[in-house]
């Protein structure tokens, strides 16, 4: 019998290399937000090994303490209830100015990092982070190919590190083009593609839940599924991004990547092993199983929507081309939902449903696994044919809970049935601090561990099987295709049409 692990054990791995991390975008919302306050929870939570540098680099001249003041205020009241680990951290904290066309400034740069090896024997270890527009992301690369710092070198028994967010590119030329200009200075075995959503834990435990269990497996397949619904409902609009998101829309900002995750981990076979390699294997299998689109037959496989003004949380919130930044003639879509398919013995004929949109009455990421009817109602002279099918739900996000609804008899004399849940909630049981998405895959880079991230296969298998419904939303006719939907609703009515007897549970 498993016993339940210690917290501690659980946490992480043994994280003993030193390294150097490099944070380009250092003054940007990305860096202040989400990377900054998880390198600081992980040396709160005595995560991180002592001789780790972090180096903020982007175009502004700031001074290191400039730029310490300003990490200080990202972390603000936790850095005052941890003021030991915020003095050993800012020790550790530098800044160096960086112009990215500038061959000379990543020379400069160089010599910074080696001298830093010198004082601090970070060894030559890098993990550069590229937290800057994606349209930056050759330019960095290139730069620190030329200048030397994308080499291991054998002798020293180092390692560099390349973190790139998504997107990764706007479409599989774009993607294509992307990865060639990273593979001439960086080996496949330095980039980490980061999703964040494979990040969290609820996410990650679709495996656990599937692979770990002899109970599920055996009924996770086309003979007692009759639908599998995914979807990922927020509650925010475009916020401070209008620029970027009105040139990628949701197509490309969330279905090319969580979206994709999100189904591959729900339908893939298990790899024999839990390695990173074998489990992007079986992934990428997944992805060649994909059923393309009926460019011809589009709109029975795809409802594209965009948010008009409308109400949420009793507060009236503005339509999406009213907003900021958007083009007020805009016909990107802020809701797609999408049929899908897979073809092969598992999943044949099973629909897999894709839901994400903006401006949503509320947030929920969740996945419902729908199963089929009983095969025969031999209750049908009391209650009827209809009994309602057993449903498994995982909740991502806020909810992390898993429930299954089952059918009960109602207590006392006439035979009644009735849905019931019984239902996991995922900090049952567990009280130790709990790993953020950043948090997760900055020690998986500094670990060497790409279970979490993109393999590049995956992403052009991705991009490849978006690429019909891509170029049918980019054509001048696009806009017959887009329907709109009041901010707080779940959506365009059309939905309906798509979902047949299928429904979005949330709705
Ligand atoms: C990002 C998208 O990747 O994920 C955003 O670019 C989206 O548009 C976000 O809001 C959602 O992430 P989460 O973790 O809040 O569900």
């Known amino acids: ?25 250092a003054t940007g919302d990305l860096t202040r937000r989400k990377l900054f306050p998880s390198l600081f929870s992980l040396r709160r939570n005595g995560l991180l090994p ?46 160096h100015s960086v112009i990215y066309d500038d061959p000379e400034s990543f020379n400069t740069l160089k010599s910074f990092l080696d001298k830093l090896d010198g004082e601090f024997q970070t060894r030559g270890n890098r993990l550069f982070y590229l937290a800057v527009p994606p349209t930056a992301y050759k330019e960095i690369a290139g730069q620190l190919g030329r200048a030397a710092m994308s080499r291991e070198d054998p002798e020293k028994d180092n390692w560099v590190r390349l973190i790139v967010e998504k997107p990764f590119g706007r479409d599989l030329e774009s993607a294509r083009d992307l990865d060639r200009s990273l593979h001439a200075h960086f080996s496949e075995h330095q980039i980490f593609r980061i999703d964040h959503y494979l990040a969290k834990e609820t996410v990650q435990n679709i495996l656990m839940l599937r692979f770990a269990n002899s109970i599920f497996e055996p009924v996770w397949n086309r003979l007692y599924i009759d639908s599998v619904n995914i979807t990922v409902a927020e509650q925010l609009g475009v916020e401070h991004r209008a620029r970027y998101y009105d040139n990628f829309g949701v197509l490309r900002d969330m279905f090319q990547n969580h979206m994709m995750q999100l189904l591959a981990l729900c339908a893939m076979e298990p790899p024999s092993i839990f390695q990173a390699e074998r489990v992007r294997d079986e992934k990428t299998k997944t992805y060649r199983s994909l059923r393309p689109f009926p460019v011809h037959d589009l709109d029975k496989y795809l409802i594209l929507g965009q948010y008009s003004s409308g109400i949420i949380n009793d507060k009236p919130v503005t339509g999406y081309l009213e907003e900021k930044g958007v083009d007020p003639d805009s016909l990107t879509p802020t809701f797609a939902s999408m049929k899908v398919f897979i073809d092969n013995w598992r999943w044949q004929g099973v629909p897999f449903y894709l839901t994400s949109g903006k401006r949503m009455p509320e947030k929920n990421t969740e996945i419902n696994i729908q199963f089929r009817q009983v095969p025969n109602s031999l209750f049908r002279g009391i209650i009827g044919e209809d009994i309602s099918a057993n449903s498994l739900t995982l909740g991502i996000q806020p909810r992390e809970e898993i429930h299954l609804s089952f059918q009960t008899k109602v207590p006392g004399h006439k035979v009644c049935l009735r849905t019931v849940q019984m239902l996991f909630d995922y900090h049952q049981d567990h009280a130790g601090p709990h790993l953020d998405a950043y948090e997760k895959v900055l020690l998986d880079c500094l670990l060497g561990d790409h279970t979490l991230f993109w393999r590049q296969d995956g992403v052009e298998l991705c991009w490849g099987f978006l690429t019909p419904i891509l170029e049918e939303c980019d054509c001048p006719e696009r806009g017959k295709r887009l329907h709109t939907y009041k901010a707080g609703t779940w959506g365009p009515k059309e939905l309906k049409k798509l979902m047949n007897h299928h429904g979005l549970n949330t709705m």
């Not at 502004?60 to 300003?70: A, G, I, Q, T």
């Not at 990490?71 to 915020?86: F, G, I, N």
């Open 1 to 25: 019998m498993t016993e339940l692990p210690d917290t501690d054990q659980c946490l992480q791995e043994q994280l003993e290399d030193p390294a150097v991390i490099v944070i380009f975008g």
């Open 50 to 95: 002592e001789n780790i540098c972090i180096v903020g680099a982007s175009r502004s001249e700031l001074s290191h303490e400039d730029f310490r003041e300003s990490m200080r205020q990202s972390v603000d009241k936790s850095a005052d209830e941890a003021p030991d680990d915020w003095e050993l951290i800012s020790r550790h904290l530098f800044y």
